[in-house]
Nanobody
């Protein structure tokens, strides 16, 4: 199995910054995509930003210029630097990772995975 552990959420005033981290662990063969999604109360989960293993990045229009996603391939970790936070950024932020994991000893066989983290609360006060 693969586990995703998020950290870095919290309460911040409008205009402030937070940095989220998500570390993937387990019998990982490779990770193709890692990303951050968020879900506010009463709303659907939406993409915030994602990054491929080749470094291609997508941002939601609402966070462009304020948020920055990065990843450390050696640590299987993705980060989300959030600056100029607004009250409308308040949500539970979820990490997501897609790739392949070892399915046998010596990793002679692999299977794809697509997992979510448990979520971390980000609250921005006005």
């Amino acid at each position: 199995q693969v586990q995703l552990v998020e950290s870095g959420g919290g309460l911040v005033q409008a205009g402030g910054s937070l940095r989220l981290s998500c570390a993937a662990s387990g019998r990982i063969f490779n990770i193709n995509d890692m990303g951050w999604y968020r879900q506010a109360p009463g709303k659907q989960r939406e993409l915030v930003a994602d990054i491929t293993s080749g470094g291609h990045i997508n941002y939601a229009d609402s966070v462009k210029g304020r948020f920055s996603i990065s990843r450390d391939g050696a640590k299987n970790t993705v980060y989300l630097q959030m600056d100029s936070l607004k009250p409308e950024d308040t949500a539970v932020y979820y990490c997501k990772a897609k790739g392949t994991r070892c399915a046998s000893t010596w990793c002679s066989a692999t299977i794809p995975f697509d997992y979510w983290g448990q979520g971390t609360q980000v609250t921005v006060s006005s």
